[in-house]
T-cell receptor, first 115, second 115 residues
Framework: DAGITQSPRYKITETGRQVTLMCHQT?????MFWYRQDLGHGLRLIYY???????DKGEVPDGYVVSRSKTENFPLTLESATRSQTSVYFC??????????????FGSGTRLTVV | AQSVTQLDSHVSVSEGTPVLLRCNYS??????LFWYVQHPNKGLQLLLK??????LVKGINGFEAEFKKSETSFHLTKPSAHMSDAAEYFC?????????????FGKGTKLSVKP
């Protein structure tokens, strides 16, 4: 399913470097989300966006920055990568909130290693 | 605030035997509940969702879940396990209020299926 695309799939970076993970969706969904997945924690919300130019913090936002200048893109930037940010990152989108809305759709993930 | 608790971190069954993955939730509102599956090194796939319609929800691949408000449970079941069911399963509740639209994940249950 090519509706939501994450890039890169794999990334190795050094401590202190800035790195940006990309997320692109083709449905014009209003909502977009970034999660990180770590053993023993499930998925935890980093940031989310309800629409272009509207973003808000999730459960674990420290060390991350997001932007949403266009509806279809929601990049996640690690300003100065740390080893604790080694994780698998998932982007998701959803058209609107409410029980009638369609389900959430997840990208395939980006496996980030900080060395 | 919403939360989910998956009662087992690991479940092991034999092929052809029933599967039961347990999930309890906490929510101040009438929740939307989901089960997602993640196969090794893959993204997340929606198995089924409950959105205040029928309390018994049927999903893909023969899985179903029953919403029990009195027990605040949303257990996932399948009558007969298949080897291809081996994966990690996440119980998820949709956030409300200020975090409306966010998904709150349980920590996951790893299902192993023995031949």
């Amino acid at each position: 399913d090519a509706g939501i695309t994450q890039s890169p799939r794999y990334k190795i970076t050094e401590t202190g470097r800035q790195v940006t993970l990309m997320c692109h969706q083709t449905w014009s969904h209003s909502y977009m989300f970034w999660y990180r997945q770590d053993l023993g924690h499930g998925l935890r919300l980093i940031y989310y966006s309800a629409a272009a130019d509207i973003t808000d913090k999730g459960e674990v936002p420290d060390g991350y920055v997001v932007s949403r200048s266009k509806t279809e893109n929601f990049p996640l930037t690690l300003e100065s990568a740390t080893r604790s940010q080694t994780s698998v990152y998932f982007c998701a989108s959803k058209d609107r909130v409410g029980v009638e809305a369609s389900g959430y759709t997840f990208g395939s993930g980006t496996r980030l290693t900080v060395v | 605030a919403q939360s989910v608790t998956q009662l087992d971190s690991h479940v092991s069954v034999s092929e052809g035997t029933p599967v039961l993955l347990r999930c309890n939730y906490s929510s101040s509102y009438s929740p939307s509940l989901f089960w997602y599956v993640q196969h090794p090194n893959k993204g997340l796939q929606l198995l089924l969702k409950y959105t205040s319609a029928a309390t018994l929800v049927k999903g893909i691949n023969g899985f179903e879940a029953e919403f029990k408000k009195s027990e605040t449970s949303f257990h996932l079941t399948k009558p007969s396990a298949h080897m291809s069911d081996a994966a990690e399963y996440f119980c998820v509740v949709s956030g409300t209020g200020g975090s409306q639209g966010n998904l709150i994940f349980g920590k996951g249950t790893k299902l192993s299926v023995k031949p």
